[in-house]
């Protein structure tokens, strides 16, 4: 069983630092995340929000702020203009330049800032994060949550095929052992041996460049939408884990996730897009509409080439027939595209 169910940890949490990364198109989805954080957490001390500014505009900072005031939270705009040359030096096969600033947190972050809890924008809070923001490191620098991979996406990150890989979406990070043992140097030195081009993106950086040093958490803590869209065994076929959490696990973050991650889905479409179902797509539009962006008009579905050949098969196809054949896509073939 993984560490961190609710009522474990290292002590009372009085202060609580969290830390987004954006860019201006995801400042409504952020605003959505952080509402959710403020109004799930108010029985805790003090929060302090940084995000990592890409470029936000005034006018979306200032409804960030509005949220913040509401809730008598702290809210701090870091830009990310003095690491821009570094992150330019990385070729980005998936999301915006934004999320990559959160691989130079020491660079930007205050120094008073020793327990750092970073999250995606494109989340939902639903409990207290008390429970997870109080665990013990035990000697590592960073907790996350198993993302279920083959043997082949380790491979092509040097990983050995049952080595622990995380989603990034949630890390709670010990900044104090992040600076002493210089892991921007780490990062730097994996984004140049691969030419700036890792698969997985910043998600494969932190995977190389922090192996040994990450605790594995329960995933209530990081409950991304391929839990919610299969059933374990189909999950299984899927994604053909190497190294995968137990049903027992993922079937209680299923249920009652912590911070649930709306995560790119060839089969589910996400709560922001336009006719979008799925678990827990009511609860953010809830959550939306206590936002200043309330009134703002649902976006278009985006689909990548592999989600859309993916959706038309799934579709169309008898149902084990296309998770085989989807799953040795993304289990046997994208390691080595991408």
């Known amino acids: 069983m993984v560490q961190g169910l609710r009522g474990e940890g290292a002590g009372v949490v009085e202060d609580m630092n969290i830390v987004y990364a954006s860019d201006d198109n995801y400042a409504e989805i952020m605003g959505v995340s952080m509402l959710s954080l403020f109004e799930n957490n108010k029985d805790t001390g003090e929060i302090v929000v940084y995000v990592l500014d890409s470029q936000i505009r005034n006018d979306n900072k200032q409804k960030l702020q509005q949220i ?10 870091i830009s990310t203009q003095n690491v821009v040359d570094k992150i330019n030096s990385i070729k980005q096969d998936r999301g915006g330049a934004s999320q990559f600033s959160r691989l130079f947190l020491s660079e930007l972050l205050p120094l008073e800032c020793d327990r750092v809890l970073y999250i995606d ?3 939902i809070i639903r409990h207290s994060l008390e429970s997870l923001y109080k665990i013990d490191f035990e000697g590592n620098i960073i907790c996350g949550v198993m993302d279920c991979i083959s043997k082949q996406h380790r491979a092509r990150l040097g990983l050995k095929e049952n080595a622990l890989y995380i989603n990034s979406g949630m890390m709670l990070i010990d900044m104090n052992a992040w600076r002493e043992r210089k892991i921007e140097k780490k990062i730097e030195s994996v984004i140049r041996n691969n030419n700036g081009h890792v ?9 190389t460049a922090l192996h040994g040093f990450i605790k594995n958490v329960h995933p209530r803590y990081n409950c991304i ?5 299969f059933n374990f065994n189909d999950l299984l076929e899927y994604r ?4 995968c959490l137990s049903s027992i696990e993922i079937e209680e973050a299923r249920k009652d996730p912590t911070i649930m991650h709306f995560v790119t889905l060839f089969c589910m479409s996400r709560p922001w897009y336009k006719n979008a179902k799925g678990p827990f797509f009511d609860e953010w539009r809830l959550y939306k509409s206590k936002t200043p962006w309330k009134d703002c008009p649902e976006r278009n579905p985006q689909k990548g080439k592999f989600q859309k050949i993916g959706a038309t098969l799934y579709k169309f196809a008898p149902h084990s027939v296309s998770l085989t054949i989807l799953g040795f896509l993304h289990a046997r073939v994208k390691p080595f595209v991408m």
């Open 68 to 77: 913040a005031d509401i809730y008598n939270r702290q809210l701090n705009f």
């Open 121 to 123: 924008c494109d989340t």
């Open 225 to 229: 939408s391929v839990y919610t869209a």
């Open 240 to 243: 053909q884990p190497s190294a």
């Open 199 to 207: 698969p997985y993106a910043d998600q494969g950086i932190i995977n």
